[in-house]
């Protein structure tokens, strides 16, 4: 039965995977189907944009030769026109002047006619009268009838002469038609001799309207062809903008995160080659005398830790580190009463703390960190201790009489270096309870002694304290995590406290609280907390 039950569970397991990568490849299918012309459309817009770019200046460039076609096919025009005009003119002056000289020759003719038939009558009256005068002034019969015969003669004379007026007349009125049919003749050769050397203009002008028209209507076509093109490109910059944004800033893009990704490694091979090398030339730093007196003691690292409070004693703890009674608890809102400043800034508020029961010689308490199972605990007991620097942030208890006090060094590179200027010192009789990641140890120094900087929690104040750089560049370049550039040196005769894993920490926090935790650590480094 168990195994026919087993057989049908693995066969249901089977079919369910089978129907999930089924339903998995069906949707895959799907994206696939729906997101590929989107994507294929997306790629090729670029592609497009060239083209209707490379179409649009093709299309202005055509309009421009369109332009200067026309405009020379204008100019062309135009000279015709001026051209013809000018023509037009002339002929008319030369007509005119043609006309006047044909009208001037007839008029001249016609006032030599009559000038000399005017001169004839003249002469031939005077004779007659001078006759008259000779033969009509006596009585003589002969010459009486030689009056009336003169008389007769100029009577014949003036009919004569009348219808030599009446001649000229008629001869007169010849000339003139004869004059208005040469003007005539003259004007008609003169019109198609005009026409036959303007025939060829006037073709040649009419061809330049009909191109001009021609090139107008190609003008507007490709201006129609522009504004499409222009929509289509709209309409692809704006179906694709962030695409076209990106391609456009990919340059700019790509130099602001190679600066970005290269400014660590080169900040780190400065500090390398040209930083720690001037700071390791500068005078170590000396916190207190040292040859002065005093102990100090340590236990080993613990994730729990009982510590004892003597008769009369107080036992200070950060809330939440006192894991046994508690009973006669108080608050106590500042480490040292006598300097709240000082007290606030290095974290030490708001401690729980317990006294010493009545009757009692030694009060035990259990320690223990209430919400990390990283952490470790340790005890440093001083006697008559000018002082240990120590990070105030790692210390969650303390018993007897430590006192508290802060050491600047501004001026100090060696303070600079590892972003550290000021040193918080506990000194006085007592124990401080250490808190650290990874485990967390002491070791005596008697000579020389090098940490990482990162895990060091503290050291003796009558130690000289100095830095220098790591001993290995590449790690360091690509991970100073792991390998950080400044080691912390101590000489002298003392004790360095330090941790065995800090990261610890650092691994359990959120995003939000890692941006958080780079900005407030740094801070709490530089004031020794």
Same mark, same amino acid.
């Given at each position: 039965?168990?195994?026919?039950?087993?057989?049908?569970?693995?066969?249901?397991?089977?079919?369910?995977?089978?129907?999930?990568? #089924?339903?998995?490849?069906?949707?895959?299918?799907?994206?696939?189907?729906?997101?590929?012309?989107?994507?294929?459309?997306? #790629?090729?817009?670029?592609?497009?944009?060239?083209?209707?770019?490379?179409?649009?200046?093709?299309?202005?460039?055509?309009?421009?030769?369109?332009?200067?076609?026309?405009?020379?096919?204008?100019?062309?025009?135009?000279?015709?026109?001026?051209?013809?005009?000018?023509?037009?003119?002339?002929?008319?002056?030369?007509?005119?002047?043609?006309?006047?000289? /044909?009208?001037?020759?007839?008029?001249?003719?016609?006032?030599?006619?009559? !000038?000399?038939?005017?001169?004839?009558?003249?002469?031939?009256?005077?004779?007659?009268?001078?006759?008259?005068?000779?033969?009509? *002034?006596?009585?003589?019969?002969?010459?009486?009838?030689?009056?009336?015969?003169?008389?007769?003669? #100029?009577?014949?004379?003036?009919?004569?002469?009348?219808?030599?007026?009446?001649?000229?007349?008629?001869?007169?009125?010849?000339?003139?038609?004869?004059?208005?049919?040469? *003007?005539?003749?003259?004007?008609?050769?003169?019109?198609?001799?005009?026409?036959?050397?303007?025939?060829?203009?006037?073709?040649?002008?009419?061809? *330049?309207?009909?191109?001009?028209?021609? /090139?107008?209507?190609?003008?507007?076509?490709?201006?129609?062809?522009?504004?499409?093109?222009?929509?289509?490109?709209? /309409?692809?910059?704006?179906?694709?903008?962030?695409?076209?944004?990106?391609?456009?800033?990919?340059? $700019?893009?790509?130099?602001?995160?190679?600066?970005?990704?290269?400014?660590?490694?080169?900040?780190?091979?400065?500090? =390398?080659? @040209?930083?720690?090398?001037?700071?390791?030339?500068?005078?170590?730093?000396?916190?207190?005398?040292?040859?002065?007196?005093?102990?100090?003691?340590?236990?080993? %690292?613990?994730?729990?830790?009982?510590?004892?409070?003597?008769?009369?004693?107080?036992?200070?703890?950060?809330?939440?580190?006192? $894991?046994?009674?508690?009973?006669?608890?108080?608050?106590? /809102?500042?480490?040292?009463? &006598?300097?709240?400043?000082?007290? =606030?800034?290095? %974290?030490? @508020?708001?401690?729980?703390?317990?006294?010493?029961?009545?009757?009692?010689?030694?009060?035990?308490?259990?320690?223990?960190?209430?919400?990390?199972?990283?952490? =470790?605990? #340790?005890?440093?007991?001083?006697?008559?201790?000018?002082?240990?620097?120590?990070?105030?942030?790692?210390? @969650?208890?303390?018993?007897?009489?430590?006192?508290?006090? !802060?050491?600047?060094?501004?001026?100090?590179?060696?303070?600079?270096?590892?972003?550290?200027?000021?040193?918080?010192?506990? !000194?006085? &009789?007592? !124990?401080?309870?250490?808190? +650290?990641?990874?485990?967390? *140890? +002491?070791?005596?120094?008697?000579?020389?002694?090098?940490?990482?900087?990162?895990?060091?929690?503290?050291?003796?104040?009558?130690?000289?304290?100095?830095?220098?750089?790591?001993?290995?560049?590449?790690?360091?370049?690509?991970?100073?995590?792991?390998?950080?550039?400044? @080691?912390?040196?101590?000489?002298?005769? +003392?004790?360095?406290?330090?941790?065995?894993?800090?990261?610890?920490?650092?691994?359990?926090?959120?995003?939000?609280?890692?941006?958080?935790?780079?900005?407030?650590?740094?801070?709490?480094?530089?004031?020794?907390?």
């Amino acid at each position: 039965m168990h195994l026919l039950a087993a057989i049908v569970t693995t066969l249901v397991k089977s079919a369910l995977i089978l129907v999930g990568l #089924m339903g998995l490849l069906f949707l895959g299918y799907l994206v696939v189907a729906e997101a590929g012309p989107t994507v294929r459309e997306v #790629m090729e817009a670029p592609g497009r944009l060239d083209e209707l770019q490379t179409a649009t200046l093709e299309n202005v460039e055509a309009i421009a030769v369109r332009h200067g076609e026309a405009t020379a096919h204008r100019a062309r025009h135009t000279a015709l026109t001026m051209r013809l005009d000018a023509e037009q003119a002339r002929f008319e002056e030369e007509l005119e002047a043609d006309l006047r000289a /044909i009208e001037t020759a007839a008029n001249e003719q016609m006032e030599r006619v009559r !000038s000399t038939v005017e001169e004839n009558r003249r002469a031939v009256e005077e004779s007659i009268r001078r006759a008259e005068a000779e033969a009509c *002034s006596t009585w003589n019969p002969l010459e009486w009838w030689a009056c009336r015969a003169v008389r007769q003669r #100029m009577r014949d004379f003036q009919q004569s002469s009348q219808r030599q007026r009446e001649l000229l007349h008629d001869t007169s009125r010849h000339l003139q038609e004869r004059a208005r049919q040469d *003007s005539e003749a003259h004007r008609q050769r003169a019109q198609e001799r005009l026409e036959l050397e303007t025939a060829q203009w006037r073709e040649e002008l009419h061809g *330049s309207v009909a191109r001009l028209d021609e /090139i107008e209507r190609e003008r507007q076509a490709l201006e129609d062809q522009i504004a499409q093109l222009q929509a289509e490109e709209a /309409i692809l910059r704006e179906a694709n903008w962030l695409w076209m944004a990106f391609q456009r800033q990919w340059p $700019q893009l790509l130099l602001v995160a190679l600066l970005i990704f290269s400014a660590p490694f080169l900040r780190r091979t400065l500090w =390398y080659f @040209v930083g720690m090398p001037l700071v390791s030339r500068a005078e170590p730093i000396q916190l207190t005398d040292r040859h002065a007196n005093g102990e100090v003691t340590w236990s080993e %690292g613990a994730r729990t830790l009982t510590v004892g409070v003597p008769q009369g004693g107080r036992l200070l703890a950060r809330p939440g580190y006192i $894991q046994s009674d508690r009973q006669g608890a108080k608050s106590e /809102i500042f480490f040292d009463r &006598t300097a709240p400043n000082l007290s =606030y800034l290095s %974290g030490l @508020v708001l401690l729980t703390r317990l006294d010493s029961g009545d009757g009692e010689e030694l009060r035990e308490v259990n320690l223990g960190t209430p919400d990390d199972p990283d952490a =470790y605990l #340790m005890r440093i007991d001083l006697k008559g201790h000018p002082g240990v620097v120590l990070r105030a942030s790692h210390v @969650v208890a303390l018993t007897g009489d430590i006192k508290i006090r !802060s050491a600047w060094r501004l001026s100090s590179l060696h303070a600079w270096a590892t972003s550290q200027v000021r040193f918080l010192i506990f !000194s006085g &009789t007592g !124990s401080l309870i250490l808190e +650290g990641y990874g485990d967390v *140890s +002491g070791r005596a120094v008697d000579g020389l002694e090098e940490k990482r900087m990162h895990l060091v929690l503290g050291f003796d104040t009558r130690l000289t304290y100095q830095t220098r750089r790591t001993a290995t560049f590449l790690p360091y370049l690509v991970d100073p995590g792991r390998e950080p550039l400044v @080691v912390d040196t101590f000489e002298g005769e +003392g004790a360095v406290f330090f941790e065995k894993n800090p990261t610890a920490r650092t691994r359990r926090r959120t995003a939000g609280e890692a941006i958080a935790g780079f900005f407030l650590d740094a801070i709490r480094r530089l004031l020794g907390l």
